[in-house]
């Protein structure tokens, strides 16, 4: 298993581009989830999805877009970027509620920078 | 809502205790989990416990639940440079979202 995956590791943007962050999980996870990591505040939750066509907003999902066509893909779509969009962005998955650890598995995280 | 806190660094000499503290606000978490987060890596869950328990340890590893403060430990006995990095703490209700703290910092000195 590749566990989760996500493309690509550094992104340099301009202020107004747009582009799209992939995430991939070869795990048959359900649930799959955005988080963006600033330093000092932790990981804060952009979007989430419980299932293939499922998405819903997180704790700071203004400027992303989301959308589950498959189980397995995740992409986040940062419409016109933003310099307060400079961050480490990190994709996870886990299975639903109920399994005996409920545990998120991370990838490697994308370092994006917007000027 | 939820709310995780942490201390944002501890600095420690190695082959001391490392003790790392974490208070949380939502009576209903039932998983409280560590994260570590090694430089440019994403986080790797260290352990967990379930709400109904008071400690758990794992080889170096002790976590504590003091459930009436709403309060976690971590302990890392003979800690070595190699476990610097940041640890996140982590809550969880049943079928709820997980919620991070701000990270902590630790640093292991020669």
């Known amino acids: 298993n590749a566990g989760v995956t996500q493309t690509p590791k550094f992104q340099v943007l301009k202020t107004g581009q747009s582009m799209t962050l992939q995430c991939a999980q070869d795990?048959?996870?359900?649930?799959m989830s955005w988080y963006r990591q600033d330093p000092g505040m932790g990981l804060r939750l952009i979007h989430y999805?419980?299932?293939?066509?499922?998405?819903d907003q997180g704790e700071v999902p203004n400027g992303y877009n989301v959308s589950r066509s498959t189980t397995e893909d995740f992409p986040l779509r940062l419409l016109s970027a933003a310099p307060s969009q400079t961050s480490v962005y990190f994709c996870?998955?886990?299975?639903?509620?109920?399994?005996?650890?409920?545990?998120?598995?991370f990838g490697p995280g994308t370092r994006l920078t917007v000027l | 809502g939820e709310d995780v806190e942490q201390s944002l660094f501890l600095s420690v000499r190695e082959g001391d205790s490392s003790v790392i503290n974490c208070t949380y606000t939502?009576?209903?978490?039932?998983?409280l989990y560590w994260y570590k987060q090694e430089p440019g890596a994403g986080l790797q869950l260290l352990t967990y416990?379930?709400?109904?328990?008071d400690m758990k340890q794992d080889q170096r590893l002790t976590v504590l639940l003091n459930k009436k403060d709403k309060h976690l430990s971590l302990r890392i006995a003979d800690t070595q440079t190699g476990d610097s990095a940041i640890y996140f703490c982590?809550?969880?209700?049943?079928?709820?979202?997980?919620?991070f703290g701000q990270g902590t910092i630790l640093t292991v000195h020669p």
């Open positions: 996870a998955s886990s299975s639903p509620g109920g399994s005996s650890t409920d545990t998120q598995y």
């Open positions: 795990m048959n996870h359900e649930y």
């Open positions: 999805s419980v299932g293939a066509g499922i998405t």
């Open positions: 939502d009576s209903s978490s039932t998983y």
């Open positions: 416990i379930f709400s109904n328990m």
């Open positions: 982590a809550e969880k209700p049943s079928y709820g979202k997980l919620t």
